[in-house]
């Protein structure tokens, strides 16, 4: 089971609070370090503001060696297809060949508002098409041009430059809808992720995914299955429930919707996900000031992972393995 630390910093995080938690989540062996794309605060002052997600990530490329860097998800409203596509080529170049691209509708109208940015109503087919130029600019050959005419956006002979290192570079697509996102992430992805879904459904979209690979010709397994879920963990009780108040939320309701209570629920919630078809897991990180929580979960719940499951989806990236801490 591979597990990737996931951050929320519209809620109130500096650059540099994200650059200690990636740079610990580098240290504790972590597969990877992905931000949200917001501009926005869902709560509270949001202070000191908003940072842009593909400029943090250019930033943190240069200031880690291993770790994936990735968006779950970048929104299609924010940026032309073309530019997000330089974008994350220039990062995965930065990098070394370590960026990932999570795509997704957005669906913030007020963050929208807030910063002028249009919003229409109906932006499915807007994911459809950029999916389609980002990974056709990636994919054409150096010394072509690529050329797109479609109903949102138009490309006229472009030099499709610059390119990624990886090849392809991998592709999120993530949404529990029943029948459009399976769809989009047999044609594009490298990877489906199934964001907070309901714990009973996950199984079952799954399936609807394997479903569409088929019905495209594609093999299942060729993707890899994911899921995003809260995690607050700690090795008492009374621990557990002062890290659920840092963040807002109560015990029980983290028990019953997230990866959270002690060590051992935590290993038997994540040893359940994976009988669901989970494998890998973006644990939503809130609170970014409590390192602990991430040396806790490195020393004291990940190595019973490699114990208990299997070796992780052949892409090419190793287990956590992490040694308890002195």
């Known amino acids: 089971m ?10 109130g995080a500096s650059y540099d609070d ?11 062996g972590f597969d990877a370090f992905f931000r949200s794309d917001h501009y926005l605060t869902m709560g509270g002052d949001g202070l000191p503001g908003p940072t842009d997600a593909w400029t943090s990530l250019a930033g943190l490329a240069r200031e880690t060696s291993r770790i994936k860097l ?12 073309g530019i997000l596509a330089i974008q994350v080529a220039q990062v995965d170049q930065m990098s070394g060949g370590r960026a990932e691209l999570g795509l997704g509708t957005g669906w913030f109208k007020a963050e929208h508002e807030a910063y002028g940015i249009p919003f229409p109503e109906k ?21 072509e041009t690529y050329s797109f005419d479609g109903t949102h956006y138009q490309l006229t002979d472009s030099p499709a430059l610059p390119k990624p290192v990886q090849s392809p570079l991998p592709v999120i697509v993530g949404g529990n809808g029943p029948s459009r996102t399976p769809k ?14 309901e714990l009973a459904n996950i199984a079952r979209q799954f399936g609807r995914v394997r479903a569409a690979c088929e019905a495209v010709g594609r093999e299942p397994d060729s993707l890899v299955y994911s899921a995003a879920l809260v995690i607050a963990t700690g090795s008492t009780e009374a621990k557990f ?4 108040a840092a963040i807002g939320r109560e015990p029980a309701e983290l028990r019953e919707h997230g990866i959270s209570g002690t060590a051992a629920e935590v290993i038997d919630r994540i040893g359940w996900l994976r009988e669901q078809g989970v494998e890998r897991l973006y644990l939503q990180v809130l609170d970014l000031t409590d390192l602990e929580h991430l040396d806790f979960i490195a020393s004291e ?17 190793a287990h956590i393995v992490a040694a308890p801490l002195q």
Do not use: C, K
Request: hydrophobic content about 45%; glycine content about 6%; charged content about 15%.
């Open 184 to 197: 989009l992430a047999a044609r594009f992805a490298a990877e489906y992720n199934q964001a907070f879904p």
């Open 123 to 143: 932006r499915f087919d807007l994911l459809e098409e950029q999916l389609a130029i980002v990974t056709g600019l990636w994919s054409t050959p150096v010394g």
């Open 2 to 11: 591979q597990l990737r630390i996931f951050t929320e910093p519209q809620m």
């Open 241 to 244: 429930g002062r890290r659920a």
């Open 301 to 317: 719940i990940a190595p019973h992972l490699d114990a208990a499951l299997p070796a992780a989806h052949a892409s090419g990236t």
């Open 18 to 28: 994200l650059l200690a938690v990636a740079q610990a989540t580098e240290r504790l």
């Open 70 to 81: 990735g968006t779950l998800v970048s929104s299609v409203t924010y940026r032309y297809p």
